[in-house]
């Protein structure tokens, strides 16, 4: 790649691609999967999502960081992703809101931050080569160094990364802490008591939960069925979360148990882990779906929703089992983006209808588990 100024910092790649930055904020080297998200604001939200854990973002949008930082548009307690690679970074903030920097706010996290690098050329190299491992290295790195970090680093196939987001006991997530000018509170839920198993949770998903009024309890992801059972809740949150969900073989054993006991929602790693007991397959993507402007059609109806994705895997159509059903399919590359099962109140989405970033098209979801769990204490 050719420089457009004094070289700080580079990312390589595991085939070799070299693209220089020209300022390098914080500490490096780093390792990871190199992504791009397509996004045009929440790189906030993205940072902090449990899903990028050991991935390397690389930003499409020019501009990251033009409205700062904040305490409350986080997903998780901290940044998630292994580093950040931008095109232009604004010098100052401009939101009211804002109380740090994205530079800042990264280096206090200790992850780099590689700025000025051709965003679009990295881009279209992933697009073309597929996802891959690679680091971001400081400019006096030997480069053949480099790339036997890069080489020597973990791949995401087979990565049980769930088991490093997950929390390391039990705790109510309650509607004390929502602000209310943007999360408006109601009664849907009913108190309904709601267990979301952890592989890498996104704060929004219990928020959308207790804002209409359920009493959420989030698990940790290795809980076994049997408790979930004993608990005595009205229905399971699958959650999202990073890495090969294949690789997750506990929680699959674990949804496998939870089949006909609960009313189940699965969402992204959660679709994932439902399908595959369900008795399908997943595979890797070339690239994944990383972006707030996915469209995805719900079979039933021909309705089209502009949705939040952020997968690497995905779930492989093949042979569907009579009393499963796909409910939803990726217009961009006709990816499987939902299941169903035909008699029992179990459902998932590969993508993510909680958005943060992203549309809110698919907030209805929430109501539809709700209703699911309200139908299934009738009975």
Same mark, same amino acid.
């Given at each position: 790649m050719q420089k457009r100024g004094k070289e700080a910092?580079?990312?390589?790649?595991?085939?070799?691609?070299?693209?220089?930055?020209?300022?390098?904020?914080?500490?490096?080297?780093?390792?990871?999967?190199?992504v791009f998200n397509t996004s045009h604001s929440g790189y906030q939200e993205i940072?902090?999502?449990?899903?990028?854990?050991? =991935?390397?973002? !690389?930003?499409?949008?020019? %501009? /990251?960081?033009?409205?700062?930082?904040?305490? $409350?548009?986080?997903?998780?307690p901290r940044v998630q992703a292994a580093g950040a690679v931008v095109r232009n970074l604004p010098a100052f903030p401009r939101n009211?809101?804002?109380?740090?920097? $994205?530079?800042?706010?990264?280096?206090?996290?200790?992850?780099?931050?590689?700025?000025?690098?051709?965003? *679009?050329? /990295?881009?279209?190299?992933?697009?073309?080569?597929?996802a891959m491992r690679a680091g971001i290295f400081p400019v006096d790195a030997p480069v053949s160094e480099a790339l036997e970090g890069v080489k020597g680093s973990p791949t995401m196939t087979s990565a049980d990364?769930?088991?490093?987001?997950?929390? =390391?006991?039990?705790?109510?997530?309650?509607?004390?802490?929502?602000?209310?000018?943007?999360?408006?509170?109601?009664?849907?839920?009913?108190?309904?008591? !709601?267990?979301?198993?952890?592989?890498?949770?996104? *704060?929004? @998903?219990? *928020?959308?939960? !207790?804002?209409?009024g359920c009493r959420v309890t989030v698990?940790?992801? +290795?809980?076994?069925?049997? #408790? @979930? /059972? $004993?608990?005595?809740? #009205?229905?399971?949150?699958?959650?999202?979360?990073p890495g090969d969900p294949a690789a997750v073989e506990y929680g699959v054993v674990t949804v496998r148990n939870l089949i006909g006991k609960l009313p189940l929602f699965g969402i992204c790693l959660g679709h994932q $882990?439902?399908?595959?007991?369900?008795?399908?397959?997943?595979?890797?993507?070339?690239?994944? %779906?990383?972006?707030?402007? %996915?469209p995805v059609?719900?079979?039933? #109806?021909? /309705?089209?929703? @502009?949705?939040?994705?952020?997968?690497?895997?995905?779930?492989?159509?093949? +042979?569907?089992? +009579?009393?499963?059903r796909i409910s939803h399919i990726n217009l961009n590359d006709h990816t499987v983006e939902g299941l169903e099962h035909v008699e029992l109140p179990v459902f998932s989405l590969q993508y993510h209808p909680e958005a943060s970033p992203g549309p809110h098209d698919s907030l209805n979801y929430f109501d539809r588990f709700i209703q699911e769990m309200i139908n299934a204490q009738a009975h």
């Open positions: 910092g580079y990312l390589l790649f595991e085939d070799g691609a070299r693209f220089a930055g020209e300022t390098l904020y914080g500490p490096s080297p780093v390792f990871g999967e190199a940072l902090t999502d449990p899903s990028y854990r050991r =991935q390397i973002m !690389v930003f499409t949008t020019p %501009h /990251i960081g033009n409205v700062g930082v904040n305490d $409350l548009d986080v997903e998780s009211w809101r804002a109380n740090s920097d $994205l530079s800042s706010w990264l280096k206090t996290e200790g992850v780099p931050l590689l700025v000025g690098a051709d965003t *679009r050329a /990295i881009t279209l190299h992933i697009r073309r080569q597929g990364l769930a088991s490093e987001v997950t929390c =390391q006991a039990p705790y109510s997530f309650d509607a004390s802490s929502l602000d209310e000018f943007w999360y408006p509170l109601h009664d849907a839920g009913n108190e309904l008591r !709601v267990a979301v198993l952890d592989f890498g949770v996104k *704060r929004n @998903i219990p *928020r959308e939960l !207790v804002r209409r698990l940790p992801a +290795k809980t076994p069925a049997e #408790d @979930i /059972i $004993l608990g005595n809740y #009205d229905g399971v949150i699958i959650s999202n979360g $882990l439902l399908a595959l007991a369900a008795g399908f397959e997943t595979f890797k993507l070339p690239f994944g %779906h990383r972006g707030a402007n %996915h059609r719900r079979k039933t #109806d021909k /309705i089209v929703e @502009i949705t939040s994705q952020n997968h690497g895997f995905a779930v492989k159509e093949g +042979k569907t089992a +009579k009393e499963w």
